[in-house]
Nanobody, 126 residues
Framework: QVQLVESGGGLVQAGGSLRLSCAAS????????MAWFRQAPGKERECVAA????????DYADSVKGRFTISRDVANKIVYLQMNTLKPEDTAVYHC???????????????????WGQGTQVTVSS
């Protein structure tokens, strides 16, 4: 069974940092693009960061550029999202997702991502 499991969420004050992790089991995603999406109450789900299979290409939502960094540890099958200078508007459930295409890259195109984690809550207090 293929699973993506997120961890690292929590409650943090504005200006603080968190690092989210996404661990894969059941298969390797070393040849697949990965991404982090978030969904706040009453809002559409949005892609905050995406990374291609070898880590050489990354893309970010304008709202997080310069504050968030996506990276991947292929050997340990983990994808990270380092979040700095957090703001209350970053409060959301964050989901990890994996593209099913071999070495494809669709960036923020949500429908390209076939595998999803259950999500981890990030709450930023003002």
């Amino acid at each position: 069974q293929v699973q993506l499991v997120e961890s690292g969420g929590g409650l943090v004050q504005a200006g603080g940092s968190l690092r989210l992790s996404c661990a894969a089991s059941g298969r390797t995603f070393s040849d697949n693009a990965m991404a982090w999406f978030r969904q706040a109450p009453g809002k559409e789900r949005e892609c905050v960061a995406a990374i291609n299979w070898n880590g050489l290409r990354t893309d970010y939502a304008d709202s997080v550029k310069g504050r968030f960094t996506i990276s991947r540890d292929v050997a340990n099958k983990i994808v990270y999202l380092q979040m700095n200078t957090l703001k209350p508007e970053d409060t959301a459930v964050y989901h990890c997702a994996a593209d099913a295409a071999y070495r494809g890259y669709s960036g923020a195109f949500e429908k390209a991502y076939e595998y999803w984690g259950q999500g981890t809550q990030v709450t930023v207090s003002s």
